[in-house]
């Protein structure tokens, strides 16, 4: 199953290339939720729906772009969660730091996820407690890394006040900020240590990389200490969260 969404993911990931590489019209328009939506995302969108539809047809998928209703849903025990182009606005800043995502849930857990990422063509996987890393055809297993002073992954486009307080609370740390669920896969890798976030997410921004950072041995807890779960809710928000090596 791992190797079928992998491909999956590139062949996605070739669709937003070609947006982004000006074969195909940007096509920007905005949601409700005053965020961005182009061609890039709708393509891969279909791809993975397709894709998905053919290859795993008992399995139901909820992709931000085409979310079903709270009526529909809300009994899935298990189900594809998918975020066809995560970092709309990194695509449209045009700074490579944008990713598919797919993540499969069971029973609320996050158990097998993909993170690719399309300019680069590394791939990020995770399945059966294990998580790794491709890059140019050689995969090699990551795990998490302590490090001091720590380095800090924090979102490219939400610097709040919450977090900035939090950050002048930690001690001693060294930041980087990133677009996209790229966060979760620097501390996976061990090259992170710590990625708090008190903004907004939609369970779709952060079940793939969640997937990858726990198979090498992160936690993601929310702010009073409970794992993050993808248990079916009428609200697509994710609480505040940290993704940590405790």
Known sequence: MLEQICQLARDAGAAIMQVYDGERPVDVAHKKDASPVTAADLAAHHIIKQ??????????LLSEED????????????YWLVDPLDGTKEF???????????????????????????????????????????VDGVRRLIRVNHAHP????????????????????????QTVAIGSSLKFCLVAEGKAQLYPRFGPTNVWDTAAGHAVAAAAGAQVHDWQGKTLNYVPRESFLNPGFRVSLF
């Open 51 to 60: 894709g998905l539809a053919q290859m795993f047809a008992d399995i139901p």
């Open 92 to 134: 449209l800043n045009r700074n490579g730091e944008f990713t598919v995502n797919i993540a499969l849930i069971e029973n609320g857990a996050p158990v097998l996820g993909v993170v690719y990422v399309p300019v680069t063509g590394v791939m990020y996987a995770a399945s059966g407690g294990k998580a790794w890393k491709e």
């Open 150 to 173: 720590p380095l800090v992954v924090v979102s490219r486009s939400h610097l709040d006040a919450e977090l900035k307080d939090y950050l002048l609370q930690l001690g001693e740390h």
């Open 67 to 78: 979310p079903p209703a709270w009526e529909v849903r809300q009994h899935w025990q298990r």
